[in-house]
């Protein structure tokens, strides 16, 4: 009779019958889900399917992933980036004992400022100059500095300029290059000898020298002189001449006597040093007169006036004396000046008649 109870009270519920092994676990698990749910999480899991719990996990990596980089991100272009320009910095072909300059630019490429706090440069004859440190450089900037060389020597010379900062790319550095060559101070003149030819005494003739630097320093020319009777200089002492610039020089020949003479120009200057030679001939100067003749007046008179007047325009005014005779001859004549002649005749009351007409003349 029991047995048909307890069948029939199985058929009524329709359930299997309980596990009684399984039943305290799963009574832990819910005495552990009431009383502490945090340590009740990694059975919570087990309680969820696969699936779901697989999916909820992969989104909240991600999404953790993506925040990450976002901020590896934000850090990373917030910095400081030194560019240098020009690099190389080439100064070619230089002179030997010259002190060279050249501009180097500093540029803040960044977002983020940029402090330089060191500048230095190596490399025989390479130095830094014209900057102030810290130097500061908010993004986008740029300042500049000077990189200088100055050797004694011939030769190919190399260096490097070192800038220390907080830059991504710190210490940055930029190639310094350099050709040193020996300096050539060569001063020419032309022409290389002057030929005054004859000249009179008293009158001066004058020539240009032409003095070019024809080297690759400068040259200084301290003095220029003429030596030898008659011979003066003018010009071109005391000047500085770049490569290939010339100055002019005036020679000057004014004979104070009869015959040939001879002399030297001299130019002094860090160049080896120049020489012209100078000739020339004095001859006496001529002797110009002017001889005047008229015709002889009608009237009863005693003499005649000789009037004259120079140049251009003339004003005529008394040369003489009373002339007897009907021609005077005026000595006191220059060379290239023009004279303009006119005559009064005069009677024994000493009065003048009106004046004759006039006639010019030149004197070569």
């Known amino acids: 009779m029991r047995d048909r109870r307890r069948s029939r009270a199985h058929a009524a519920s329709g359930r299997a019958p309980i596990n009684s092994q399984r039943f305290p676990i799963l009574f832990a698990l819910v005495c552990l889900a009431t009383l502490n749910l945090s340590g009740c999480l990694g059975f919570s899991r087990l ?3 696969l699936g779901t719990a697989s999916s909820s996990n992969t989104t909240t990596a991600q999404s953790a992933s993506a ?3 976002a901020a590896a991100t934000t850090v990373q272009t917030s910095v400081a980036t030194l560019q240098t320009s020009p690099s190389p910095v080439a100064f070619g072909t230089v002179l030997a004992g010259v002190n060279n300059s050249q501009p180097l630019y500093l540029t803040n490429s960044g977002t983020a400022t940029l402090s330089v706090s060191q500048i230095a440069a190596s490399g025989s004859g390479f130095g830094v100059s014209g900057f102030s440190l810290p130097l500061t450089l908010t993004a986008g900037q740029s300042a500049s500095m ?18 220390t900062s907080n830059a991504t790319n710190s210490p940055t550095t930029a190639s310094l290059s350099a050709s040193v060559g020996s300096p050539v101070v060569q001063l020419s003149a032309n022409p290389a000898s002057i030929s005054f030819g004859t000249d009179a005494i008293g009158v001066a003739a004058t020539q240009n020298v032409t003095l070019t630097n024809n080297g690759n320093a400068m040259i200084s020319i301290s003095s220029v002189a003429a030596a030898g009777a008659g011979f003066s200089v003018s010009g071109a002492s005391n000047v500085t001449l770049a490569p290939n610039q010339s100055a002019t020089a005036a020679v000057t020949f004014d004979p104070a006597s009869a015959g040939s003479a001879s002399g030297s120009l001299t130019v002094t200057s860090n160049a080896p040093q120049v020489q012209v030679a100078l000739s020339g001939t004095g001859s006496s100067a001529p002797q110009y007169s002017v001889a005047v003749n008229w015709t002889p007046s009608t009237s009863v008179v005693v003499g005649y006036f000789v009037y004259r007047g120079t140049g251009p325009n003339a004003q005529l005014s008394k040369l003489s004396g009373v002339v007897a005779s009907t021609n005077y001859t005026d000595a006191a004549v220059a060379a290239g000046q023009s004279y303009t002649y006119a005559v009064t005749a005069v009677n024994a009351a000493n009065v003048e008649s009106a004046l004759s007409t006039t006639v010019t003349v030149t004197i070569p």
């Open 47 to 49: 309680a969820t399917p």
């Open 67 to 69: 925040s990450d980089q």
């Open 146 to 163: 000077a990189i200088t060389f100055e050797s004694a020597q011939a030769g190919a010379a190399s260096g490097v300029a070192t800038i």
